[in-house]
Structure formats: C-alpha cells, structure tokens
C-alpha cells in the first residue's frame, strides 16, 4: 500500500506523464478487493507485439465520449512488448520545467505498415547504444508506460529493455553501393573525421553539419552529415567502426556520397568490427 508520503515520488517519476488524480486513482485500485483489483490490473496491463498495443491504444482513443469512455482514457496503462526493431533514431536532448537536459530516443517496433514508437528517456536512451541493438534485432521491453493521446510508450524508471536475437545482416558493403539508394544500412570504418559546423537557415535557426570517410577492404567514401547524426560524430574516434542506418546514397559532382540526417542513425560501436570485415 502506498502511503501519503509515495505521492510526491511517483509525481516525479511520472512527470509529464500522469498527473495526482491519476496516481490517486491508481494508488485507489491497488487497494481494492481482490475481485476489483484482478478486473483492474486487466485493464491497464498489455503484453504482446508491436501492433496489438497499437491497436489497444487506438480502441482507447475511439471510444466514444461517455463519462466511463473518458475515465477508461485517463487510467494509466502499462505493456511489455515483444517485437522486431523496425528503426532507431538518434540520441537527442530535451529540457524538463525545471531546466534539466534529459537524454532521448526514439526506437520504432514492429514491421513496415505496423509499427509503434517508444520514447528512451534518460540512461536507458544511451543503453541502446551501449548494447548495440540495432535494426531488425528482436527485444523485449517491459514495463514502458502508454501515452494515449500520443499513441506511443515512454519509459519510466522501472522499464527495461532486453535484446532477444541479433537481426540478420541488411548491411550494404560499401564497395556494392550504387546511386539512389534509399533507406539503406551501410558500415564501415572511420578513415577521416572533419569538424561539426554550424550552418544557419532562413528562419533564424542552425543545423549542425559534418563530414566523415568511411572505408571497408575494397573502397572508401565521404558521407555528409546532418542534425542529430553530424552530432554523433563528436562521439568518433579514427578507426572506429560506424554503422549508418537509413540512409541515401546520392551523386555530387560526379561522385558517390553517403548522406544521413535527422531520420537516419549513427551506431559507433567496436561490436560491428566483424561484420564490416566480412
């Protein structure tokens, strides 16, 4: 049973999230009669795949406007869920009310047409990386928290992430790449790093740019950078291994280059050594 005093902590925990009446009414059916408590935990639990709880999430949000159809979208909802990585952003930041910067990302499950977002918020946003877990792997994530009105997960303190099975290699090597290639995953290792710049817009705004060669036994290659992965290259050392997932493969002047932007992902990680070397 929670106590007065577990209020304020589960506020913090769950900011932005749930509000008091929220954890109130939570906190209310924990301690319900066992016949009421099953009923509830019923509600607001939800294991299964990518699209099972998108389809959850939208019978939710459908419901027609009764006063009972209102509270069932209030209640906090928990998943676990079991599923493919279908994309992987980079880590970005973002600032609290209170002015803290707080690591992010956003993972996408399940398979093209249906798919379902899960924001990594804090270490958990850098533990992907850490663990490589990449396009097409299978994971299983436990205990992540249901935005309705957003129709995605978020994680809280309690979530976990656990990679269950490596994908199957949908790398292209470098010396395979031709023009206009899109959405591919290319790997290779770092032969040369050029500093981030900053370039400003029409609106007022800067996006950050970079460049990097990267070479596999048979040829090497420029990529342009942009936004969040020119920013991954601060992170870079020559010799590393980086794997760029979604990206575009287009001609400049006459020569290939590889390009990767804010929809892409910059893996840096000594784990793909032995795929780049195949």
């Not at 946003?125 to 205990?143: C, M, N, P, T, W």
């Not at 050392?237 to 929809?263: H, M, Q, S």
Request: hydrophobic residues 40%.
């Amino acid at each position: 049973m929670h106590g007065e005093d577990s209020i304020g902590e589960l506020l913090d925990r769950y900011s932005g999230m749930a509000t008091e009446g929220q954890i109130r009414r939570v906190m209310h059916e924990e301690q319900a009669p066992a016949s009421e408590q099953t009923a509830a935990s019923a509600e607001r639990a939800v294991t299964s795949d990518a699209k099972a709880i998108a389809d959850f999430i939208s019978s939710r949000s459908a419901s027609k406007s009764t006063k009972a159809a209102e509270e069932l979208k209030k209640k906090i909802y928990y998943a676990d869920v079991n599923d493919i990585v279908y994309r992987v952003f980079n880590m970005t930041t973002f600032r609290t009310g209170d002015s803290k910067e707080v690591n992010m990302r956003v993972v996408v499950l399940g398979k093209e047409g249906n798919t379902l977002r899960f924001v990594a918020r804090g270490s958990l946003a850098s533990y992907i990386d850490a663990q490589g877990i990449e396009r097409g792997d299978k994971v299983l994530i436990r205990k992540s928290l249901i935005n309705i009105e957003r129709s995605e997960l978020k994680s809280i303190s309690d979530t976990t992430i656990v990679k269950l099975g490596a994908s199957e290699s949908t790398v292209v090597q470098i010396s395979n790449i031709d023009k206009e290639m899109r959405n591919v995953d290319i790997l290779g290792k770092v032969a040369a790093i050029y500093p981030i710049r900053y370039i400003s817009r029409e609106n007022g705004a800067s996006i950050a740019t970079s460049r990097i060669t990267i070479t596999d036994s048979g040829r090497s290659m420029d990529a342009s950078l942009w936004g969040s992965s020119a920013i991954a290259t601060a992170a870079m050392n020559p010799n590393d291994y980086v794997k760029l997932e979604f990206c575009t493969v287009r001609e400049r002047y006459g020569r290939l280059e590889i390009y990767a932007n804010d929809l892409s992902r910059v893996l840096v990680t000594r784990k793909l050594a032995g795929k780049a070397e195949r």
